[in-house]
């Protein structure tokens, strides 16, 4: 592990959290790639004249929060980093490539449904006629990250499972002449139940990222209704607060 690492013992900030902080910004900016080793606990400590323990605990850290991971007969291994989407109204496909991570997707269902009342309510259809679903689970890196359900107003737009899987559904949307405009948006978390654990490798009653979007065009039409699920370990949301004068 060839990096810059130093710690201020005159510092109030313990000494661990010193030295995992600037583990996480090299993961984060890329400095400590996936899947590199860091060294062995005995080697760091003695280069930067630290305790075991503190070394362990600086790991430990950036263990539970998912930025490594200990394997074992490898070590201590770096995985894909932690992905922080800002509150805008954006593509999670856009979101991961801009990051640079590798986006790809699964398309579970894609066909025509009766709309339920919520849905109906939702995109401003009545109750009983029919809406476009698609169901599909986003990974990175290989990895899945968010199982997300969508339901379309009937055509809006044709939506071919190839093309879904080739790219997301906002530059689909635009393909198609679709400007976006704004969206209604309402974040939260459950436990993770039977299919969904199952789709993003989660244990049944793992905590899970949640969040409902309902987005217009720029005439006001209701255009798309979300209802997605994340992983929290893999993904977060990241929004800027101003004070109100």
Known sequence: MQLELSVDRGSP????????QQLEA???????????????EIELAG???LSRPTVRQAIQSLVDKGLLVRRR??????????????LELSSLYDDLESAGHRPATKVLVNTVVPVSPEVAAALGVAEGSDVHR???????HGEPMAYMTNYLPPGLLDLDTGQLEATGLYRLMRAAGITLHSARQ?????????TEAERLGEERGAPLLTMQRVTFDDTGRTVEFGTHT????????????LVRS
């Open 13 to 20: 900030v313990p000494l661990y959290f010193q030295l995992s």
């Open 26 to 40: 090299a993961i984060e900016h890329g400095r400590l790639t996936p899947g590199s080793l860091l060294g062995n």
């Open 47 to 49: 280069r930067l004249g």
């Open 73 to 86: 007969g490898v070590g201590t291994q770096v995985v894909h980093s932690q992905v922080k989407r800002p």
């Open 134 to 140: 698609v169901e599909r689970l986003r990974l990175a």
């Open 186 to 194: 309402t974040i939260g978390a459950r436990a993770a139940g039977a």
């Open 230 to 241: 994340y992983r929290p370990d893999r993904y977060s949301f990241e929004f800027q607060l």
